[in-house]
């Protein structure tokens, strides 16, 4: 017995995966250019803990792993959560990172479609609080430019990091936390637009450009619609240059924190996570609105350079309220 | 220019028309097979009553059951011939249950019953209705309406649904080619009937042939032919109603509430053969398409098993399936011993895919693209979960009886979840539910009366012995108790005897 439609649509879960992939390679090989193959180890290694935790916890709840494994979703959540940790990581870094992710966060919680949380921003989370100092130690790019492509041994950084003292060798800060400490710093004198060794389109600004390519190739080949994206660029836009209105020599203008840090490839890439995010129209906009008040507020007042990944848990929490009171009119009521 | 002429309805899908391939050839002709099994039961409502019996010999077009209540309509003899028996068998429902059929073997004579034009613009309104009751109008689209309650509501508009959204269906295309006079004709009654001052027909762009011949022959300004695009389903009465006239009303409520009334392709080329010819409703249009050598629309017999059609059609290779309907909201046959029915305007013909592609179907995640097509902007994700977790409470909240069925949720959705299946599913336990509900209430109805009739007879009985008691005299009552003594002490001497 079959039951109508009896026609169906191609599109499958791990086609509109496909996309995804298709709009992050950019940014990665913008990655490797600026910062060698230490991106591309970890993800390697990182991708691959990812799909083994999701075929063990598969075989754990007796479900048949094939069709979970090839659709994707584990190799995206992996992906952004090892892109938003420092490529300078050792191995047991990402190994907590991606077991927070696809054990604690996606699993535990009942799977695929089923977990509250955002797994990336879960495993990145537990990560940042528990090992603050190496989470915000970043490379430094040592503009080798194309000669990065050259370097493989860079592929094996993650097994041969030193040790936390002699890291600030070859790390930073990222530009984010050197504007913060430095507002912190010489909060009354001086032209916060204007920082020392810090320019506009630094290597990261510019990975966060492509973020914004890949995103616009998301919104135009309707993988994703415009309300999340859109909605949290303009919020930061308007509430940064209103607080720099008020004070521009403690807080940053919208360039700098759309260039910095993670809101473009939060409003592209984590935001539009289906699972964790509403699914009206005006849910999405009022969940973007609020994530983008809350990131700015932890990046302008709180402890932490950046605040997308706490903004999006907190917000996860509200999902079912805000869909509850955003829903819109059926036809003809 | 018309206002509402960029008016498109919120969602829907665009899947493969798959339409030229049964419109290549004109409509072939009815042919008599060697048994007609017309089910009884052929519309909503009630089934007619039988008024023949097995043996008759009965003429084309003679009225074989007739209405039993106002929500019925009758039925008629497709051709001549005798009444070989009258007994149970398959009838093309989604149950699969089989229903009383009438087995009529024709004599091949095709004889008709003595036909006669029925000059409505001189009949009461009420005559014309009963005459449509009669003869078996009711909606050919598939929903079998009796097409006498919906022409007693007078109205302004009436809109003829010629959209005809989904894939592979082309019955009412070709009709519209072929039979465009006889169309024009039912419309410009139906107006008549309907009191309408004006007529639109919804008509879908990717149907270029049938409106140029609109187009070429109404001559009448009240008939407006509005083009509409082509996405399914624009065929669904609410949706064409916003279509044409900007106007959304919401599943419970009806057209004709608004002045409007919305009609078939089919159901009027039926009226205008009954008013100008006098035939009752004996044939109609239906698409056999999919996967035969040579797809084409026949004018069927109503009560020719489709087996007739297919082997007509050829049927290629392999296992197949056959639908009812397009492949969107058709349902599939047990076999092709079923018969044509009013409601049947598609026969489907699917090749089973033994090689499934891509098709497990996995958990919900909320990518909400069932959203973004549904035509009756509900929240088909909520839906599903709910209707999964049992809570139809919840899903009553969120609008469940104004999804249509029209699959484009299940049609796009990523997991391959069968979305329609779940709100079917949801809908049946409401139901059966509210009903379980109804019965609860009539029995506990029912039993209050009880202990209220028990309680009284009681009082009643209390108060009739205490009347009677009342009017026996005295003496009399003292006799009665020497009596009843006397007898005690008759009774206690025998025993002391034994």
Known sequence: MISSPIIKESDSVSFVMSHVFFALIPSLLIYIYFFGYGILGNLIFGVTLGVLFEYLCLKLRNISAKPFLLDGSTIVTCWLLIISIPSGSPWWIILIGVFSAIVIAKHIYGGLGSNIFNPAMIGYAILLISFPAMMTNWEVSNSLGLNNFLNLKNLFNLFHVQLISNIDAVSSATPLDNIKTYLFLNADNLNPNNFPNYEIFNPRSIINISYFAGGLYLLHKKIISWHLPITLIITVILFSSFMSLIDANKFMGPIHHLLNGAVILGAFFILTDPVTSPTTKRGKIIFAILIGIITLTIRNFGGYPDGIAFAVIFMNIWVPLIEKFTQPKVFGY | ?498
């Not at chain 2, 091949?108 to 449509?132: F, G």
């Not at chain 2, 639109?200 to 008939?223: C, M, R």
């Not at chain 2, 999919?290 to 020719?304: R, V």
């Not at chain 2, 299946?421 to 029995?443: F, H, L």
């Open chain 2, 1 to 498: 220019m018309n206002i509402f002429n960029k008016l498109s309805f919120h969602g829907g899908i665009k899947p493969q028309g798959n339409k030229n391939i049964s419109t290549k050839n004109p409509i072939k002709k009815i042919f008599i097979p060697d048994m007609l099994i017309l089910p009884l039961r052929q519309s909503v409502g009630k089934a007619p009553k039988l008024i023949v019996s097995e043996g008759d010999y009965v003429l084309k077009g003679q009225q074989l059951a007739k209405p039993s209540s106002n929500l019925s309509v009758g039925i008629h003899a497709p051709t001549s011939g005798y009444i070989k028996r009258i007994a149970m068998h398959p009838v093309p429902h989604p149950s699969m249950l089989n229903e009383e059929c009438i087995f009529l073997e024709p004599d091949h004579k095709d004889q008709w019953i003595k036909k006669k034009v029925i000059d409505y613009k001189n009949l009461k309104l009420e005559e014309v209705l009963e005459q449509l009751r009669q003869n078996g109008l009711v909606g050919m689209g598939g929903a079998t309406f009796p097409t006498h309650i919906k022409a007693s509501s007078k109205i302004e508009t009436l809109i003829v649904n010629a959209a005809e959204c989904e894939p592979f269906i082309t019955c009412d295309d070709m009709a519209l080619r072929e039979k465009t006079e006889e169309f024009l004709t039912g419309v410009d009654i139906a107006m008549h009937i309907l009191g309408a001052k004006k007529a639109i027909i919804g008509i879908e762009d990717n149907k270029q042939e049938a409106i140029t011949e609109l187009q070429k022959k109404n001559q009448n300004s009240k008939i407006e032919i509005k083009i509409i695009p082509t996405v399914y389903p624009s065929g669904d009465e609410k949706r064409l109603l916003f279509l044409v006239s900007g106007l959304k009303i919401k599943k419970m409520d009806r057209p004709s509430n608004h002045g409007f009334q919305i009609f078939n392709v089919g159901t009027l080329i039926s009226i205008a053969r009954l008013f100008i010819h006098g035939e009752p409703v004996i044939s109609r249009v239906v698409t056999f398409t999919g996967n035969l050598k040579q797809p084409n629309n026949f004018e069927a017999l109503i009560g020719t098993p489709i087996k007739y059609f297919l082997n007509d059609c050829g049927i290629k290779e392999g296992d197949h399936q056959i639908i009812m309907g397009g492949p969107m909201m058709g349902f599939e046959l047990q076999n092709s011993e079923i018969t044509v029915t009013k409601s049947m305007n598609c026969v489907l013909i699917k090749r089973n895919e033994t090689q499934s592609k891509d098709t497990s179907i996995m958990p919900c995640i909320r990518c909400s693209r069932c959203v973004e097509v549904c035509p009756a902007e509900l929240q088909p994700q909520e839906l599903y979960w709910f209707s999964k977790s049992k809570q139809f409470e919840k899903t009553l909240d969120y609008k469940l009886f104004d999804c249509i069925e029209c699959g484009c949720c299940s049609y796009v959705c990523p997991s391959n979840i069968p979305l329609v299946s779940y709100y079917r599913y949801a809908k049946s336990e409401i139901r059966s539910e509210e009903i379980s509900g109804e019965r609860a209430d009539i029995a506990r109805d029912r039993n209050e009366f009880r202990l209220f009739r028990l309680d009284r007879e009681k009082t009643e009985r209390a108060e009739r012995n205490a009347q009677r008691r009342a009017q026996i005299p005295d003496a009399e009552k003292k006799k009665l108790i020497e009596e009843k003594k006397a007898a005690i002490d008759m009774a206690l001497k025998d025993k002391e005897e034994i």
